[in-house]
């Protein structure tokens, strides 16, 4: 099984404030996930990274996987209450059938 | 156009009881995952179905668990005889084509409470 770790695993931050989150590995993978979860609801997928070194950009939020494909960031810009909820990471295996694999995942709150 | 539908929402149970979740799928998926997320070891694949067949069930905890995808259209999780350990919010995904690499639609879940 390979392991996901996120950091840090809980952020406060104030309304307009910058923030980066990580997802971090020993192992490879083919592709990273991320995901948000709001309180109630199951996780929606935000975004896939396929290509090591990849930047993605959502809005104010930039994805980036790593060039070894073992890690990757998402940095929010000028955070919004809208921002709050659960921020999951999760790496797909290189071979098989790529099982997937979650991060526990960063609890982020943006006070208005 | 309805998303994953999940039931119950809530369950609670006393310890012993059986309980079985239920899901119905995006109509068109040929993909079904159910997952289990608790606070300490997050979101943990259970099972994982593609065109109704079981394809990987390793992360069924133990033989007090059993899932079963009968059609396209529904399948269950049942934890028979429930234990404490077992609260948690089960999930139920679907995409529409083999594999993890496409996008997995989530339901709302199903939050389980054994006392």
């Known amino acids: 099984t390979q392991l996901l770790e996120q950091s840090p695993q809980f952020l406060s931050i104030q309304e307009g404030e910058n923030l980066t989150v990580y997802c971090n590995s020993s192992?490879?993978?083919?592709?990273l996930q991320w995901y948000r979860q709001e309180p109630g609801e199951g996780p929606v997928l935000l975004v896939t990274?396929?290509?090591?070194?990849e930047v993605k950009k959502l809005k104010r939020l930039t994805f980036q996987f790593g060039d070894a494909r073992k890690d990757s960031s998402l940095h929010i810009t000028a955070a919004q209450p809208g921002d709050t909820g659960l921020y999951l990471c999760?790496?797909?295996?290189?071979?098989?059938?790529?099982?997937?694999?979650f991060g526990i995942g960063t609890k982020l709150q943006v006070i208005p | 156009d309805a998303g994953v539908i999940q039931s119950p929402r809530h369950e609670v149970t006393e310890m012993g009881q059986e309980v079985t979740l239920r899901c119905k799928p995006i109509?068109?998926?040929?993909?079904l995952f159910w997952y289990r997320q608790t606070m300490m070891r997050g979101l943990e694949l259970l099972i994982y179905?593609?065109?109704?067949?079981?394809?990987?069930d390793s992360g069924m905890p133990e033989d007090r668990f059993s899932a079963k995808m009968p059609n396209a259209s529904f399948s269950t999780l049942k934890i028979q005889p429930s234990e404490p350990r077992d609260s948690a919010v089960y999930f139920c995904?679907?995409?529409?084509?083999?594999?993890?690499?496409?996008?997995?639609?989530f339901g709302p879940g199903t939050r389980l409470l054994v006392l």
């Open positions: 995904a679907s995409s529409p084509h083999s594999g993890f690499q496409e996008t997995q639609y």
């Open positions: 999760a790496g797909v295996d290189s071979g098989g059938y790529q099982k997937v694999t």
């Open positions: 990274v396929v290509t090591g070194g």
């Open positions: 192992s490879v993978f083919s592709s």
């Open positions: 109509s068109g998926h040929n993909s």
């Open positions: 179905f593609n065109n109704n067949v079981p394809i990987d």
